[in-house]
């Protein structure tokens, strides 16, 4: 092989390597919020569809999805696989699960050859061939130590059947039929350090954050008929330490409705955000709002926010704290309802649920 020849593969591989990350990283919709990093990338390259027979109509149905997971940039390293039974119900949102193979050190630590990531869908988009679509997954458990268990959220995106099913009417029931597909999967992880947020949200100088938490859970609306729109009322959530991952305590927030003598814009002394960990350590921290803004990379999400501390309880804030200041960003969803949405679905005993996540990060002033 020349060198020209050489040089020229090397440039395609690389040109590949691109169009494979802005793939990945291209759509917005399929990127989770700032606050988590890709850490891995797999191949499918010998996925299985298994169709079933539908006694009813005749019909093949998707039953099962299954791939050998391999290294992205090595494509005869196996690192773990993926399944998905289909006859879990739709609603469920259940996309599956990613089996990773561990790393020695995690192997020796965990005492388990792999780790398991279950994910529930957050998003899809476009239609692939055979209805598959691209869709970004949350991770909803974690099973044993390893590459997995801090694993925060997967998509699959790229894939495509290697042959198109049979059209023809299936005639008896439970026959089976198996068809290849190719895919991408990228894996995401929570992050140590918070993300970078805009400058109405910086915490004052000299104060560092020591603690994050991974919160999920809904925000109600109400419709406020005096001013003709959907105002939050209360933000209730569980938190966790990543997604799916170990269950630590809640997060409450109730908001009062402004009054003729307060503004929109005015904060409420009296609209206290807690964050409540429950283990036999736990503590409880309390703010109120200081400021908010919308992220320039998710801005159809619950807006940022920065509290300001008000009280400190229980045993870890003597070790760390006073805590001072804590954030609510990384938000996903927490959207009221389309301007359509008006009276027509408001009463005094229903309003709106909108589900969101989000990632706490607490502060303090004290030397780390």
Known sequence: MTMFATGLTLLLLLLLAHQREA???????????????????????????????????????????????????????????????????????????????????????????????????????????????????????????????????????????????????????????????TSEYAFWTQDVLPPKVPKSLLVPSKHHNVEAFFAQGNVRFTYDHKMGSWRQRRVIARLHDVPGGVRLGGFSYNISLPTVAKSLSEKNSNDLACINIDNPNGFEVCGILESMASSSAHQDSLSWSLFRVTSNNGFITKIWGPFTYFHMVSTWGGLPPPASYGPSVATTSKGWKSYFTCIFWLYTSKEA
């Open 23 to 181: 793939l990945i990283i291209s759509s917005k919709l399929l990127t989770p919020p700032p606050g988590n990093s890709l850490a891995i990338r797999a191949l499918a390259l010998d996925g299985k569809l298994t169709y079933v027979c539908e006694k009813d109509g005749g019909e093949w149905v998707l039953a099962q999805k299954r791939a050998s997971l391999m290294d992205q940039t090595n494509h005869t390293k196996l690192i773990g696989y993926y399944t998905r039974n289909y006859a879990i119900p739709f609603s469920s949102r259940h996309m599956g699960e990613w089996t990773l193979i561990n790393s020695e050190g995690d192997e020796a630590e965990s005492g388990h050859l792999t780790s398991v990531v279950y994910g529930k869908m957050l998003v899809t988009k476009g239609r692939g061939q055979n209805k598959l679509r691209n869709f970004l997954a949350q991770a909803t458990l974690h099973r044993y130590e390893g590459a997995a268990r801090r694993v925060s959220y997967i998509a699959e995106i790229n894939t495509k059947t290697l042959a198109r099913p049979s059209m023809s009417k299936c005639k008896a029931n439970n026959n089976t039929m198996t068809v290849g597909y």
